[in-house]
């Protein structure tokens, strides 16, 4: 009902930035937010920031607070993550996701993808 594409990720050196954007599609109407999580390898999914159409921010994950920014785009239907100073512990497969406004349903996911930090 809802599709989320993902781009940006690749491979940079430590220091370096990244900006990847999320574009929803569908049933839009049925999302109530939208954000970032990610997952390294042997590691579980860790939350990293969701933003809400009206442009409300939750709280960033420690690990990335002070250096990532979501942001929004609400006539793209496209949620950012501004990535700078990054470290080799930000290396994870980054995924895209999106709150469901009904209760009790799981939400929708992109597909995920790759950011390989250098050091």
């Known amino acids: 009902q809802v599709q989320l594409v993902e781009a940006g990720g690749g491979l940079v050196q430590a220091g370096g930035s990244l900006r990847l954007s999320c574009a929803a599609s569908g049933r839009t109407s049925s999302i109530r937010s939208m954000g970032w999580f990610r997952q390294a390898p042997g590691k579980e999914r860790e939350r990293l920031a969701g933003i809400t159409w009206s442009g409300s921010i939750v709280d960033y994950a420690d690990s990335v607070k002070g250096r990532f920014t979501i942001s929004r785009d609400n006539a793209k239907n496209t949620v950012y993550l501004q990535m700078n100073s990054l470290e080799s512990e930000d290396t994870a497969v980054y995924y895209c996701?999106?709150?469901?406004?009904?209760?009790?349903?799981?939400?929708?996911w992109g597909k995920g993808t790759q950011v390989i930090v250098s050091s």
């Open positions: 996701y999106a709150d469901r406004l009904a209760l009790g349903l799981a939400p929708y």
